[in-house]
């Protein structure tokens, strides 16, 4: 990988706050940002979960009611 694409890479990472950037002399050190990356997760975590509850809830509906949502009336 070039180093202006991991260049791009990291700036995008730091503009969403995962990572952290220090200068170090003629050097730049990036390290994870924990809480921002524990929050994406625990974010991430809920959002798939409620996924998840939908389409069981769907499918309950589906197995008993031969019933998809958008058919109900």
Known sequence: ?????????????????LIKERKNGKY???????????SAY?????????????QLVSLKNYVEKGEFPDEQQ
Do not use: C, F
């Open 42 to 54: 625990n974010e991430m975590l809920q959002y798939i979960g409620d996924l998840l509850d939908d």
């Open 1 to 17: 990988m070039s180093q202006p694409a991991i260049k791009k890479h990291l700036k995008i990472l730091m503009e969403e706050g």
């Open 28 to 38: 730049r050190v990036y390290s994870l940002n924990r809480t921002s990356l524990q």
